[in-house]
């Protein structure tokens, strides 16, 4: 049965076409108002469980999505596919990609893994699953090539086939590499953006016609490291990298770039104004969305951090640039639930306040054209 908001909510989106357009945009608006208020309020109003903890209940996509970037517990793999099956219909997602978590050789051999472990546990599920190569092999590689100076020849010819290989075992591209990362179940990473094998790899996305998939904070100058992060384990002063991935990016302009995490800043300057300039700029540049309300950052898409309305300066940016977003929402499976929210469901908060045209770009169609799918 339907309840009065849905009803309301339906009305107002299928008005008569021959009402005055002023009155089509207000009522529309309204409708929209109503539906992130829905939303907010089941967010902020869960009811009590028996014991008396708080229960959030989880709003589905309005229309399916394909989530990019979702990362899997290595230690139990078989039993996380299991998890992000069943959280399928839940979230409303057609698709769901997994990456390799960017790693480096100094982590423990049983804490790094690639395509291979990842291809093998979701080869019954190709219709579903899919697999990005790289963060355990050659995200190491281009971080050692940077710590010891080494990316001559030989180092580079090693590069170039375990890349050739990853996309012989059937991955749709690369990731989760990074150039600049501040640690999590990973250690700090930095490599310049346009780094030889960086570049490399770029010629070979590009040859194969896959993306690469790059974690990066921005940091448009040398600065000290911003005073909400700790040192250490992060470096004191953090080095300039957007002169070097606009580098990377005209490289090779046949090569797809996906920045991850648009939306979630970890050093402030990662704003829609600089996200607008590289866009504009490069014609290869994709971005994924992400939100983490246990985990807000600067500069977020919602009002209130995670949770409220859509800023103007945001969806003007996505208008603006239809076809280079896609929704990424680095959810792990398992994600407790009893930390809060999942990660999937900030995104899907944004995600639904979406004009449908612009939902059903940034949802299915993009990714569909950015990853070669079927």
Not at 158 to 177: H, N, P, S, V
Not at 259 to 268: E, K, Y
Not at 302 to 324: I, M, S
Not at 343 to 360: A, H, K
Request: hydrophobic content about 40%.
């Amino acid at each position: 049965m339907r309840k009065p908001l849905d009803r309301s909510f339906t009305r107002l989106l299928h008005l008569d076409r021959k009402a005055p357009a002023a009155t089509l945009v207000l009522l529309r608006s309204s409708a929209l108002l109503m539906l992130c208020a829905h939303f907010v309020f089941a967010r902020q109003q869960p009811p009590a469980s028996p014991g008396g903890q708080q229960l959030v209940h989880a709003v589905p996509a309005v229309t399916p999505f394909i989530d990019v970037h979702a990362h899997l517990d290595p230690t139990d793999i078989n039993a996380s596919i299991q998890i992000a099956l069943q959280a399928m219909p839940k979230e409303n997602a057609a698709r769901i990609f997994f990456l390799a978590s960017p790693s480096t050789f100094s982590m423990n051999a049983k804490d790094r893994f690639d395509s291979e472990l990842l291809l093998s546990a979701t080869k019954k599920y190709r219709d579903k699953l899919g697999v990005l190569g790289g963060g355990g092999t050659l995200n190491a590689m281009i971080q050692k090539a940077v710590e010891t100076g080494d990316a001559g020849p030989q180092v580079q010819k090693e590069f170039k086939e375990r890349a050739e290989d990853i996309i012989r075992q059937g991955a749709l591209g690369f990731g989760e590499m990074t150039a600049e990362h501040f640690p999590t179940s990973t250690p700090y990473q930095y490599a310049p953006a346009d780094h030889p094998l960086f570049l490399i790899l770029a010629d070979i996305a590009a040859e194969h016609n896959v993306p690469i998939d790059l974690h990066m904070e921005a940091v448009p100058q040398d600065m000290p490291l911003p005073s909400h992060l700790k040192s250490p384990p992060n470096p004191a002063h953090l080095h300039a990298n957007i002169a070097a991935f606009e580098r990377l990016l005209a490289h090779n302009p046949r090569a797809k770039i996906i920045w991850d995490h648009a939306g979630w800043d970890n050093t402030g300057y990662r704003t829609p104004e600089l996200c607008r300039r590289l866009l504009q700029a490069h014609a290869n540049l994709y971005m994924e969305l992400k939100l983490d309300a246990l985990d807000v950052e600067m500069n977020p898409p919602l009002v209130n951090g995670a949770t409220g309305p859509l800023k103007p300066e945001w969806l003007k940016l996505l208008q603006d640039f239809p076809d280079r977003f896609i929704i990424g929402s680095d959810q792990h499976y398992p994600m407790p639930e009893q930390a809060g929210p999942q990660r999937w469901q900030e995104i899907v908060l944004l995600f639904n306040q979406l004009p449908p045209d612009l939902r059903r770009k940034i949802g299915t169609e993009n990714a569909v054209r950015i990853y070669n799918l079927k």
